[in-house]
């Protein structure tokens, strides 16, 4: 059984920051890369950054430069730092994560999700 566990979302101003992290139980399978994604009503949901199993860090060019995603490795955790909000940065933020299962191969998992509400 895989989980994945999110927080850290909220209610701030614009210019606040945020951090949400994201936590992947897994009974005894791998974890590979992991990712934060967005979605506002009527859209796609969209990456916002990923990092690998090894630590590799890609964030997209909407948020370069103020967010940031780390990973804690050895605890399956990824973290989020989000600076300098505005309100388009308004959305639900999902965690997902690859997660290696035998016989299955990789599969994708996802968070519940975590409401961010930038506004003053």
């Known amino acids: 059984q895989v989980q994945l566990v999110e927080s850290g979302g909220g209610l701030v101003q614009p210019g606040e920051s945020l951090r949400l992290s994201c936590t992947a139980s897994?009974?005894?399978?791998?974890?590979?890369?992991m990712g934060w994604y967005r979605q506002v009503p009527g859209k796609e949901r969209e990456l916002v950054a990923q990092?690998?199993?090894?630590?590799?860090?890609d964030v997209e060019d909407f948020v370069k430069g103020r967010f940031t995603i780390s990973r804690d490795k050895d605890r399956n955790i990824i973290y989020l730092q989000m600076n300098s909000l505005t309100s388009a940065d308004t959305a639900v933020y999902y965690c997902?994560?690859?997660?290696?299962?035998?016989?299955?191969?990789?599969?994708?998992?996802w968070g519940q999700g975590t409401q961010v509400t930038v506004s003053s």
């Open positions: 997902k994560a690859l997660v290696w299962e035998t016989l299955r191969g990789w599969k994708s998992y």
């Open positions: 897994t009974d005894d399978f791998s974890v590979g890369a």
């Open positions: 990092v690998s199993r090894e630590g590799a860090e």
